[in-house]
């Protein structure tokens, strides 16, 4: 293999043990299969090693490239203890990148959202994972908790585009506020939005700093438009933070207002 192409070592390993110079000691068809499924994987799930090792272990055998909701919330409440309609009835909007409190998928990466099937991809679990760390871990209850809290408030509106949040907020009283999840940056999984008292719209990336509950700083936002950034322990209290300032007040609907021209 050219020095001048990265490949992950799985992808190496294979290939070698394919074309191992002596032939019987070749890779057998059944474990280049099983290969493979680990590779698609990983190019898959990015996350961490805990993310495509819970993959690995539920849904293999053979490989299942997307899982219906159904599925995997019923693995999620065996592990946590929860009856499967609590799992469904929660985290349902917020796993199949539905816009809160309504029906309506904004996202591509969910395989497919119909009315009979309702299918999660590997690569929405992947997002998942990298917006709320291992939250299916049982180990880190605290991930699941936290991802419950945030999407069943009224703040929350999930991963609705930034046109989509503006045309939300105008009409809105100043201090209107919603949070809403962000793809462009790993360390920023949500961004802030709000119409300011003269009218403007301002976006501010949420950063998270750590996922590990007993950390002090686990969040972080920039202050105006300086380099520097105030830290905070949780969500709620970074909220709470702009609250007592008049940042903002309060949380945004799920609608827009139609207004009279």
């Known amino acids: 293999i050219p020095s001048e192409i990265s490949l992950p070592q799985s992808h190496i390993q294979l290939m070698e043990q394919c074309w191992d110079p002596v032939p019987s000691r070749r890779i057998k068809f059944p474990e280049i299969v099983s290969s493979l499924e680990t590779i698609m994987v990983e190019v898959a799930i990015t996350s961490s090693d805990s993310a495509r090792k819970f993959w690995m272990d539920h849904f293999t055998h053979p490989l299942q490239e997307q899982i219906k909701w159904e599925e995997l919330a019923r693995v999620i409440g065996d592990l946590h203890a929860l009856p499967l ?7 349902e ?13 904004n996202n591509a990466a969910v395989a497919s959202v119909g009315t009979e099937e309702k299918m999660v991809s590997m690569e929405r679990f992947n997002q998942l994972c990298v917006w709320f760390g291992d939250w299916f871990d049982v180990k880190k209850a605290h991930l699941f908790h936290e991802m419950l809290t945030i999407a069943g408030s009224a703040w929350f509106h999930n991963d609705i585009s930034l046109t989509e949040s503006v045309g939300r907020l105008t009409g ?3 201090g209107t506020y919603l949070i809403r999840m962000s793809f462009t ?10 119409i300011t008292s003269e009218g403007l719209f301002e976006h501010k990336r949420l950063y998270c700093l750590t996922f590990d509950q007993y950390e002090k700083e686990r969040y972080a936002i920039q202050v105006g438009n300086t380099t520097q950034f105030k830290k905070y322990c949780s969500l709620q209290t970074l909220l709470d933070d702009l609250k007592s300032s008049s940042v903002i007040t309060f949380p ?6 139609t207004l009279a021209y």
Do not use: E, F, Q
């Open 185 to 194: 940056d790993k360390r920023a999984p949500m961004t802030l939005s709000i």
């Open 93 to 105: 909007g917020l796993v199949l990148g539905w816009d809160h409190h309504s029906h309506h998928h």
């Open 252 to 257: 945004c609907p799920p609608n827009r207002i």
């Open 172 to 174: 809105r009283a100043p």
């Open 85 to 91: 309609v609590a799992v469904m009835s929660t985290m």
